[in-house]
C-alpha cells in the first residue's frame, strides 16, 4: 500500500517543515566541514586543488552553502536579531560572489593580497575557518547531552585541539623541511598548552603557513578550547538554552548563570583589545629597519602580542628577543611584560575590578546628579581577586630584586641602567609561564636558576593564560602555614575565613605537582642520563608549569624524553587534580564519623 503523502493538517505541515529546515541545517554542516578540508588540503599541498579537479566540487560547496543558509534565513525556529541577521546576509553573498569569481563571470584586480594571497581568495577562506567554527561550536555545546564529567571535556578538548594542530604541522607546506610525528606531537602540545618549548626553530624550520598554525593554535589553548567555540556559537547564534549556560558556567568562572553569555563577550572583547593595543604598540616602536618589509613587520607584531598575552613563549626569532637588533628594544621588552602580567593575571581579576570601577563610575554619578547617594559595595573586589593580585605583586618585586643582584655581574653586566632595569623587570615576568628570554639563558647565575624554578612552579593565576601552581594555591598554602604555626584552627585573610576544602585543595595541588615533576626528572635521566641534572630538572619545571624556558637541552632530547615533556606540558596545562577528579569515581557524602585520632607529623 502506498504511504498516505497529504498534508493538510497544519500539525503535519509544521513537522514537514521542521524536518526539512533540521536536514538543511545538517547539509551546512557537512558542507562546512567539507569545505574545511578542501581548504586544508588545498593549502597544506602546494595547491593542488586545481590539478585534482577539485575546483568544480569547492565551487559546488560555496554555492550550495549559500543556498542552504538562504533556506535557513526562513526557518522560524531560528530567532535572528538584527545584527545576527545582516550576518548572515553577509554571509550568503560572500558565498556567493566567491562562486561567481571562481566561475570566472566576475574579474577582480589580481594586485590586492592580503599575506600574499588574492583579497578573494583570503576572505573566502577566512568566512571557511567561520562557518568551521560556527558548525564546531555547535558540535561541542552538545556534549552535555552525553552526560560526560565536565572536568573529561575539558581535558578532551585540550586533546583533540593538539590533534588537529599536530596533523596540520605535518602538511608539507608547513615545514621547510619534513617534521617528525614526535616533533609534530610535541610542538602542537607546546602551542596548544601555551608553553614555549621548542624541538624546532620556529623561525627557520617552520614556513609562514606553519607559522600562522602555530599562532592559532596557542591563540585557542590560551583561551581554551570551550570558551573559544562557545563565543562562536553565541556569535552567531544569539544566546544558550539553560543547560548549555550550565554547563559553561564552570569554564569561564563565572557563578551567575544569567550572566554567563555577557561574560564570554567580554572575555574575547578584553582579549582582542590587549591584544589589539599590544600590536599597535609592539608595531610602533620597534625598529622598522629590523625588518625585510612591512608585512613582516606586521606579522612579527601580532605574532609577539598574541604570545605575549596568552603566555606561549612563541617567537619568530631564531634567538627569541635576545635576538642581535631586538635585544636592545627595551620599550618592546616593557610592552611585551606588561601584557604577559595582563594575561597572567586572570579574567576573574579583571572582572572582578572592571565591575568595581564600573560600580564606582554609575555611583559617583549618580551622588553628582543628585539621584541617589553613594552605595558603597564591599564583595565586588572578593578575597580571591586580592589574594591573587598581592600575590603576584610580591612575587614580581622578588623575582625582579634578585635578578637584579644576582645577575649584576653576569647578563647584567654591560647594558645601561635602564637596560638593567628593564632586563631585570623582565625577567622577573618571564618566569611567571611566560618563556620569553632578553639574555642568554645559559649564562644565568646558579642562584637565579633556582629562583626562577620556584617562579616558574607558582606560575600564574587561576583562570588566566597561564600555567603552574597558580598564585592563589600557594597564597593558602604559605598562609595556612603561618596560620598552624600561630596554633590558629582555621585560616583567615582579609577579614574572611578561607574553606577547608580550598586548603585541602591547595596542598594536594602542590603534592601531586611535585610528584609529577620528580618522575617526570626521573624519566628524563633515564632516557637521558648525560644530561646534567640541574638543566633536566629546569626543564620539566618549566614544561609542567607551561613557561618555555630551557637552559639549551630541548633540541637535544630523545624522542622517549620529548614524549614524557609532551605529557608532563598536557598535565600541567590541564592540571593533574582535574585529570584525578576526571577518571576518578566521586564518593557520596558520608552519612557516617569515625573516631578521631592524630597522626605524628612533626
Known sequence: MAPNLNFSSPDQRIQLVRKVFLINNRIIQILSFCAFGILIYDIGFQNEIQTLGFSNFYNFILA?????????????????SSYRYSIEILIILILLFATFVNLGWFQLYSGLRIANVPVNAFLVNLLILVLFFIELSKLTLTVNQLKIHPALVFILSFLVVILIGMALLLLPNATVNEISFVDALFTSTSAVCVT????LDTATDFTFLGQT????????????????????GFFFKGSY?????????????EDNISAINSTLVKIIFFTLLVEGLAIILIYALIDSNLFESSSDHIFFSVFHAISAFCNAGFSTLSDGLYEEGFRNQYHIQLVIAITIIIGGIGFPVVMGYYRYLRHLFVGTKKLITGEEDFKHTPRVVNVNIRLIVYTTACLLIIGFVTFFIFEKEHTLKGLSGYGKIVTAFFGAVTPRTAGFNTVDMSNLALPTVLIYLILMWIGASPGSTGGGLKTSTFAVAVLNTFSIAKGKDRLEVFNRQISQETIRKAFAVILLSFLVIGFGVFLVLLFNPEMPLIKVAFEIFSAFSTVGLSLGITGDLSDSSKIVVTVIMFLGRVGTLTVMVAFIQKSRNLRYRFPEESVFIT
Not at 614555549?196 to 624541538?199: A, P, S, T
Not at 589553548?221 to 563565543?231: E, K, R, V
Open 64 to 80: 550550495a552553502l549559500a543556498v542552504s543558509n538562504t533556506i535557513k534565513l526562513f526557518s522560524k525556529a531560528e530567532k535572528y
Open 196 to 199: 614555549g618549548l621548542i624541538v
Open 213 to 232: 598554525i602555530i599562532l592559532i593554535l596557542f591563540q585557542v589553548g590560551g583561551l581554551g578550547m570551550m570558551t573559544f567555540t562557545s563565543f562562536f
Open 241 to 253: 538554552s539553560l543547560q548549555n549556560q550550565l554547563f559553561l558556567k564552570d569554564y569561564i568562572n
